[in-house]
């Protein structure tokens, strides 16, 4: 079975923290990279962070500095930390594996905004 359902996103000011949540079911999650991605209004999506199973971590240039991913393998869960945003960080946030990307899988996304 495919799961990915992502959580945690929201308006927030800039200069606002918010923390993403991606749930993945085991064997999309287990032993995969994990990457969050993201697709502003009207742009593709894009690369914004990515974890290895072994937790090696490597950032979109925008996302240096500001955001942290981690992983839980025990909860087959990886989170976006996210702070000092700015209002170009709006976008639908989603959470993927190398596994359900090749699946060409995409689960329903997490709106994030920021604005004042």
């Known amino acids: 079975q495919v799961q990915l359902v992502e959580s945690g996103g929201g308006l927030v000011q800039p200069g606002g923290s918010l923390r993403l949540s991606c749930a993945a079911s085991?064997?999309?999650?287990?032993?995969?990279?994990m990457g969050w991605y993201r697709q502003p209004p009207g742009k593709q999506r894009e690369l914004v962070a990515r974890?290895?199973?072994?937790?090696?971590?490597n950032y979109a240039d925008s996302a240096k500095g500001r955001f942290t991913i981690s992983r839980d393998n025990a909860k087959n869960m990886v989170y976006l930390q996210m702070n000092s945003l700015k209002p170009e960080d709006t976008a639908v946030y989603y959470c993927?594996?190398?596994?359900?990307?090749?699946?060409?899988?995409w689960g329903q996304g997490t709106q994030v905004t920021v604005s004042s």
């Open positions: 974890i290895t199973s072994g937790g090696s971590t």
């Open positions: 993927a594996s190398d596994r359900t990307r090749q699946l060409g899988y």
């Open positions: 085991g064997t999309m999650f287990s032993g995969y990279a």
